[in-house]
Nanobody, 127 residues
Framework: QVQLAESGGGVVQSGGSLRLSCSAS?????????VAWFRQAPGKGREGVSC????????YYPDSVKGRFTISRDNAKNMVYLQMNSLKPEDTAVYYC???????????????????WGQGTQVTVSS
């Protein structure tokens, strides 16, 4: 069974940085899939915060994190990262990585296309 695993969460002060990592179980090549990071804060719905295309590496960020978050791949290590800078208390949430199959013209920034999820990692930003 394919699994995704997030790591790198923790507690950081406002203005600080964290880098989250997403890995996959052996035999599952992240480079072949669109990959996204989502987050869910207490009492709120799940929000997409970044995604990267398998086809050409294009990335997308919503305004809430644009300029502060960066998604990247290391295909040699079969990893995807989320570098988070200038963190704010409102960034506090559980962060998930997810994958989507890039077939049938699926747009990598179609948040609803992501169907394989990790267990999440907690990020807490203190003020």
């Amino acid at each position: 069974q394919v699994q995704l695993a997030e790591s790198g969460g923790g507690v950081v002060q406002s203005g600080g940085s964290l880098r989250l990592s997403c890995s996959a179980s052996p035999g599952f090549t992240l480079a072949n899939f669109n990959v996204a990071w989502f987050r869910q804060a207490p009492g709120k719905g799940r929000e997409g915060v970044s995604c990267i295309s398998s086809r050409d590496g294009s990335t997308y960020y919503p305004d809430s994190v644009k300029g502060r978050f960066t998604i990247s791949r290391d295909n040699a290590k079969n990893m995807v990262y989320l570098q988070m800078n200038s963190l704010k208390p409102e960034d506090t949430a559980v962060y998930y990585c997810a994958t989507a199959r890039p077939f049938g013209g699926v747009y990598y920034a179609d948040w609803g296309s992501y169907d394989l999820w990790g267990q999440g990692t907690q990020v807490t930003v203190s003020s």
